[in-house]
């Protein structure tokens, strides 16, 4: 009981003084959206959703992890989106790093952003996560919502919400967020290529992707954020799986 009560103090003083804003026009941010399977129509939205951000220098990587099915990226959208192939399925973590070792090729890219494929961003999502990135700032995360609440998910959406606004804002006003969701989360690039990249890809640990690469910047010296504006909203599983 005492530790939530001071997780509430914590998450109060985020949202009572909130993080000096950093935001500037001429950071480049690469979108890595990594795909297996997915929805068609899933996918096709959350691609539109990138390209309506405020932030207008982006770029989208669009990485198939060896889908059954060849992705196809949606005519529409085919001159702004770059699509690389695997040539089997190897796991979120692998197709992630695939699509960041592809910006880092692009020397004007200052920060990447992971998005799950079956997400929808917020129109200010990547400008209100640029505003938590201070100098001493290595990743931050947004909120995640349940785009389909109905039956188990009243639930699940409840538990997002105490994740988010309790917890992580709570952590986020030492710049202490211990997990940054891969749903939608922002990274320093300078920071990924200078050994946190290699290190998360020569794992040895039996822990979550997105808790390891968030523990990762926390262990290399960097801040970790939540941007409670940067909305992301989800699809999610409206049964049980046996």
Known sequence: MLQLIIRLVFAWLYSAFPNKRWYTLDKEVAVII?????????????????????????????????????????????????????PENSGKMQAQSVGIHEATLNSHVDFVLTVDSDTIIGRKAVQKMLEQFDEKTGAVCGE??????????????????????????????????????????????????????EEYLDRNVEVGNDRYITYLFLKHGWRTRYASEAVAITDAPTGWKF
């Open 34 to 86: 990594p795909v297996f399977n997915e929805d068609p129509k899933l996918l096709s939205d959350c691609i539109a959703s990138v390209l309506m951000q405020t932030h207008e220098r982006i770029q989208i990587i669009v990485v198939d992890d060896g889908s059954t099915v060849p992705v196809k990226i949606p005519g529409e959208f085919q001159e702004k989106v770059q699509l690389i192939r695997l």
């Open 144 to 197: 995640v919502r349940i785009m389909n609440i109905k039956g188990l998910n009243h639930i699940v959406e409840f538990l997002y919400w105490n994740a988010f606004h309790i917890w992580r804002a709570g952590s986020s006003f030492f710049g202490q967020v211990s997990v940054c969701s891969g749903a939608i989360s922002m990274y320093r690039l300078s920071a990924l290529s200078d050994g946190i990249l």
